[in-house]
């Protein structure tokens, strides 16, 4: 197959070209090509920001499929949830119709939800809406958070503990995860591909149901680091991610970040082999990559 894959230079993009290759598929990759602009055997690139992109059909025709998994959980400048994860995903699905595209695979996100108090989420949703009512054949996946080489969570996570003697956890630690591998998620990717549209829905996560406070364990576990958790009140907090959003370029939190801990983020424990028909990786089990930031 010719599959373009928006969003191909991002963590899950990178090991998704990688996968699709080894299954024998050849890729566009279509990204702004801030960081990297790969191209190669079988891989080509093309230059385009989905905010304001009006030759996407051109990119997409001859594709038998598109991959779309270009979205922002941290909003800056021009880049916000609404122009890049909902605006952005009405482009593609609209260009992918104008070129005739047979499949679309939509990367959505557990929790996607229409309630305003979690933008990110609210985006994730509307985005998803758009790819249901637009007509074009699709498989739209919902990953937990998703854990691996080149992740924006685990690994910012580890480097803030081999730094800090102390570890701060935002409320009561206790909000349920269910980290998903990207390998896991990008053969669900490939398989969704092979099997052709399903014109559903399917969350996708891990074995484990893990708290922050577990996760965080888990991981001073693995790297064997001594360190000391302390929990601090969310609303104590929002100053702080406040601050951070002003003045770094990647603030470890955000406000809507801690304002999504108020809420599990999981689904059945059985998701992959109940979807696609084989068994997730555990976390604990698959964090050694760790010990590499
Ligand atoms: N990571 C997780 O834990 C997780 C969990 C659940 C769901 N997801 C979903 O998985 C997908 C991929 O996430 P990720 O973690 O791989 O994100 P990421 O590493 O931040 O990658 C985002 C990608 O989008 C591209 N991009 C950003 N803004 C763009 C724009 N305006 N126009 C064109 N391309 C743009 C980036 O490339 P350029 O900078 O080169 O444009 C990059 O390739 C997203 O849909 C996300 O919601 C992720």
Redesign the pocket.
Known sequence: MRVAV?????????HTVRALKDAGHEVV?????????PKGDRVTFVQ??????TKLADTFAGCDAVV??????QERGR?TFD???RE?TERVVEAAKQAKVGHFVH????GADPDPRYP?LLS?WS?EQAVRASGVPYTAL??????GP????FTLLTRMMRINPVIPIAGDGRTLFQP?S?GD?TRCIVLALERGPATRVYEIGGPDQMSYEDIVRTIKTALGLHRKIVHVPVPMMMPVAFMMEKVLRHPPVTRDQLRMLGRHNITRVDSVRVGFGFDAERFADNCDYLQDY
Do not use: E
Not at 29 to 37: F, K, L, N
Not at 48 to 53: C, E, G, I, K, R
């Open positions: 928006t969003g191909g230079t991002g963590f899950v993009g990178i990759i279509v990204a702004r090509g801030t960081t990297r602009r385009a920001d989905l905010t304001s992109a779309h998994l270009v979205a922002i959980i880049q122009r890049v994860n952005g990367q959505g996100a557990l990110y994730k985005a919902r990953p937990g958070l998703i854990f080149g992740d924006g969570f998903i990207v998620v």
